[in-house]
């Protein structure tokens, strides 16, 4: 029983670990589907993770911080936008900038309204979202498997962790069964098709930008409002480009994102688990390697397990329309 509980444990973490992995996937999936590769999901989480817990703390609603998480987070969108649509610039250019002003901003602004280096205070009941037990949940913790499962794994968390895997197939249908998803689906693969029939690339994939910054905002609320409880310097910690990656592995597909982040989550709930246990045949593993071991898995996974990943044809590419 105590293996059964370890596994409910690690499971659990999983979960909790890859909701921001699984929102930001889903932002990338709808710019790199409009044909805008974005590398500036990183940025955006964090902006939206110090916009979130500042606002929250400010105002002492987690509500209005979600509000402010997801609003710069759209603004730095359509700012990566209006670089790479607008005036067609280099998109991994206006990516990397968007993380650098993020990395910076955050802790200048940080210090300068809080005078606590860069952090935001600790949010209080009320300033964050707190779980949700589930009726029945902890009546049913005592009963054999089935009871742990429904009380740890399905009840227990906060809103935004439903509302990401929520997303999973709301996404499938925006993509797949509605006239927005097959335009935007159309203009990353062929944009001039869709300029000769009439309708606005710039506007599909600004419309595209605003879906990412969105699902960035509510990642990166997440971090600080509920998996931290207030905001710390970098505290994405490369989720952002984990994110990508987990992108290239599910080949631009929502469901299978979904599970390439609840790998990655997993890996990273496992090398917390094991940091310090003595591990069979090699002993004690060190903390440093131990946390390395999930971005060594990463870069493993997708060198030799996708196979052939072929993203939408027009994806960083400038449209430039034919006179």
Known sequence: MDIFNAIIQVLDSTIRLSVPLLLACLAGLYSERAGIFDIGLEGKMLV??????????????????????????????????????????????????????????????????????????????????????????????????IGPIYAELISGHSILVYFAFAMVPFTWWVLFRTRFGLRLRAVGENPAAVDTAGISVAWLRYRALICTGILTGVAGAYLSMVQNGGFVKDMTAGKGYIALAALIFAKWKPVNAMFACLLFGFLDAASIRLQGTPLPIVGKVSVQFMQALPYVLTVILLAGFIGKAIPPRAGGVPYVKER
Not at 58 to 83: P, R, Y
Not at 103 to 115: D, E, R
Not at 118 to 143: K, N, S
């Open 48 to 145: 939206g993770a110090f916009a979130g817990a500042a606002a929250a703390s400010v105002f002492h609603s987690a509500l209005i911080g979600l509000g402010m998480a997801i609003l710069i987070s759209v603004a730095f969108a359509l700012v990566h936008g209006f670089a790479s649509i607008t005036h067609r610039g280099n998109q991994i250019v206006s990516g990397v900038a968007i993380n650098f002003v993020a990395a910076g901003s955050t802790i200048i602004l940080g210090q300068a309204w809080f005078q606590q280096g860069g952090r935001t205070p600790a949010l209080q009941p009320g300033e964050r979202f707190e779980a949700i037990i589930w009726p029945g949940a902890d009546a049913a913790r005592d009963v054999p498997v």
